[in-house]
């Protein structure tokens, strides 16, 4: 099935977002990085696949660091 215009100017644009937060987050502390992909609505999957990490972990330090560290 071929895509028609638009959904290949959908699929663009996600793709092309996704590459800025990644570049957005390039050389920052892992926490940060988490904190910034997630401020930005991204998934722990996609959070984790990012900063190394497995999305539930990635997912255990954000709510860690939002109370204060355990």
């Given at each position: 099935m071929e895509k028609n215009?638009?959904?290949l100017l959908e699929d663009i644009s996600g793709k092309l977002d996704r590459l800025i937060a990644v570049m957005a987050t390039q050389g920052r502390a892992q926490d940060e990085q988490i904190r910034i992909?997630?401020?930005?609505g991204y998934d722990w999957k996609?959070?984790?696949a990012t900063t190394g990490l497995k999305a539930d972990a990635a997912r255990i330090r954000y709510s860690r660091s939002k109370n204060g560290g355990a």
């Open positions: 215009e638009r959904e992909l997630r401020n930005l996609f959070i984790g």
